[in-house]
């Protein structure tokens, strides 16, 4: 939530910086500024909307060496000119660029007004502004002064300060919200990821929490909490900086959409052990060396929103494979009671970005509680993968869409994989292993087919359904997280209401919704429940329910009893998952597209969610 950037060197820091937070809206996108030192003064524009608004209020010649920027998705304070970043305090002399909440904003905002600070904005930031002006009235270094305020406030932050009385610097910090620093040569770089500054250069410093950083054209110290000068590992990133661009597509969503089979291909590469019949996954064998994984008693899955849904899909895999009992959580619930963990609990995080504030916190916790914790993880060098005991990376490129796509199959993919792991481990026979693997390796060309078989089809499909404002979408075993998921990509980019359900469950409570008006999207090929879900679809029909139905080619269907039948290759029935998921994701699109809706930057929404 909140993107910042940061630039010192040569080049033009202003246009280096615009383009830093074009790349970083998807984390918020509500209001958007930029801070400059020029002529010895702070200047600050900003204003409500999105980055392009800085082209009407960026003077056009602007061009300094130091420059700062945010894009908002705010928290404290609706969106507008004022509560827009940079902050900065009463004298104009400091500005700062917040991600982040500070909790006792207001107290201290009520002891700075006693002592004369002249507050200027709703939000929570403003308040580090007017603390560092304070603490370097009594210091007279930026530096100092910002760590001053830093131990007096509660919550969470990645910030960057600047100070026309310290021209020739960038203040850095942060605690649980994300910092990187970019390494150039005669320049360097502060953001809230990679992707803002991939263009310029991929030496990348991931800094933690609690440290701090100075940052000059030509230097960077890092200081540890207790202020101690610390060396850091400058890593390099291997994303290239056309994977952050469209590349033809209309939007990221759909050249994320797209990417699947090369996605799919990337995470699942190396992993493959046929020769053994299971996967080859270095992150489990560290964890559990020699005969250890036979300590593991229970699984436990831990994600948020879209990340959630797949951990649904590993609990199904899990229990078919190992026989261990598995439970997915929310990471929002799970932080937040006592949950039952110990040493013999095995804990899965999944995430995207790997900074998820509430999948994090709840992998802190069952590490505290003496878990041994892995990582299903996208961003290389994010918090969560730093975190864990170890870990698997999806490798699926940038996902830049908020609504996650690529991401949620590679992460079903990894699930299946540690399954198969641990379950080859236990209880599945090579000859099985072998069969999941091999058909693993098919599936990339099965997607590729579904989504040249399918996309025109959905198309029509959706212009046909546009106009309903409630979907109901159903599915049994493995078809259920599908439905899940179907359900919130429609609801994120297209703002349709709409509900997910297993199957069976209907007839408790969701048919009661079931008229004309309220149509159903069935996610039923044919496996075990097929028969079960065709009485479902004739429950549905006997209310004059509309139906879309997803189905394979060789279900037998009358097909006098649904509206519409999208249909997909017949494969085993634990991999429908990676197949059905396109047409579905396809038609969220294609209704958020007949709907002219922002589908990258859906509104209200932020891909990274950094606040609890
Ligand atoms: C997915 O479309 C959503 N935007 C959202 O639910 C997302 O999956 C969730 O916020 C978790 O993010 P993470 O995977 O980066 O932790």
């Avoid at 403003?126 to 910002?146: C, M, N, Q, R, S």
């Avoid at 310290?166 to 942060?174: N, S, Y």
């Avoid at 199904?316 to 039952?340: K, Q, W």
Wanted: charged share 25%; with cysteine; aromatic share 8%.
């Amino acid at each position: 939530m909140c993107g910042i950037v940061g630039y010192i060197g040569d080049k033009n820091a202003v246009k280096a910086v615009i383009h830093g937070l074009h790349k970083l809206e998807y984390r918020g996108y509500d209001s958007v500024g930029i801070g400059v030192i020029e002529k010895n003064k702070v200047k600050i524009y900003k204003d409500k909307g999105r980055v392009k608004t800085l082209d009407n209020i960026v003077p056009k010649n602007l061009n300094t060496s130091l420059a700062i920027g945010h894009t908002r998705w705010a928290t404290h304070g609706k969106p507008s000119k004022l509560n827009a970043h940079p902050q900065s305090d009463c004298k104009n002399e400091i500005a700062i660029v917040h991600n982040g909440i500070i909790e006792n904003f207001g107290e201290l905002k009520q002891i700075l007004k006693k002592e004369g600070h002249n507050f200027k904005s709703e939000t929570d930031s403003e308040v580090l502004a007017h603390l560092i002006e304070k603490f370097y009235g009594e210091t007279k270094d930026l530096a100092k002064a910002v760590k001053i305020t830093l131990d007096k406030i509660n919550g969470t932050y990645g910030i960057v300060v600047i100070s026309s009385k310290e021209p020739d610097k960038m203040i850095v910090a942060r605690s649980s919200s994300p910092i990187i620093i970019g390494v150039g040569k005669g320049e360097n770089f502060v953001a809230s990821d990679a992707t803002a500054v991939i263009k310029y250069t991929k030496k990348i410093i991931y800094i933690d929490d609690g440290e701090m950083a100075i940052v000059t054209k030509d230097n960077i110290d890092i200081f540890n909490k207790d202020n101690i000068r610390i060396d850091k590992k400058i890593e390099s990133l291997n994303w290239s900086a056309k994977e952050v661009e469209k590349n033809g597509y209309p939007t990221f969503m759909l050249k994320e959409i797209y990417e699947q089979p090369k996605s799919f291909t990337n995470t699942l590469a190396g992993h493959i052990d046929l020769e053994n019949g299971t996967s080859h996954l270095g992150g489990m064998q560290n964890l559990f060396p020699d005969n250890e994984i036979h300590n593991i008693k229970r699984i436990v899955i831990i994600g948020c929103g879209t990340s959630w849904h797949a951990g649904l899909m590993g609990e199904y895999y899990f229990e078919n494979m190992t026989g261990l009992p598995t439970e997915v959580e929310y990471a929002s619930e799970f932080r937040y009671r006592n949950p039952a963990i110990d040493s013999e609990t095995f804990v899965i995080g999944i995430s995207q970005s790997g900074e998820t504030a509430d999948t994090l916190a709840a992998l802190r916790e069952a590490k505290g509680k003496g878990a041994k914790v892995f990582g299903i993880v996208n961003v290389v060098g994010s918090t969560i993968s730093r975190e864990v005991d170890e870990g698997l990376y999806i490798h699926v490129g940038p996902e830049i869409g908020v609504a996650s796509t690529k991401a949620f199959l590679s992460q079903v993919l990894a699930l299946f994989l540690v399954s198969l792991y641990i379950g080859r481990k236990k209880r599945l026979s090579i000859e099985d292993g072998i069969k999941f693997g091999k058909q693993l390796q098919k599936i990339p060309s099965i997607i590729d087919e579904v989504l040249q078989s399918t996309q025109a089809q959905i198309k029509k499909i959706a212009d046909k359904y546009c106009k309903y404002t409630n979907f109901l979408y159903l599915g049994r075993g493995f078809n259920f997280p599908v439905a899940l998921e179907g359900a919130l990509k429609l609801k994120e980019i297209s703002y349709v209401h709409a509900e997910g359900y297993p199957a069976g469950e209907m007839k408790h409570g969701p048919i009661a919704l079931i008229d004309k008006d309220f149509p159903t999207f069935f996610i039923a090929p044919n496996d075990n429940f097929f028969q079960k879900s065709i009485s479902n679809i004739q429950e549905i029909k006997a209310r004059n329910g509309k139906l879309i139905l997803l189905t394979d080619d060789n279900a037998k269907v009358d097909e006098g009893l649904v509206d519409d039948i999208i249909r997909i290759p017949t494969i085993d029935e634990e991999f429908y998952p990676f197949i059905e998921t396109i047409p579905v994701q396809l038609f969220a699109y294609y209704i958020a597209i007949k709907k002219n809706r922002d589908v990258d930057k859906p509104r209200n929404l932020a891909k990274s969610v950094t606040v609890e």
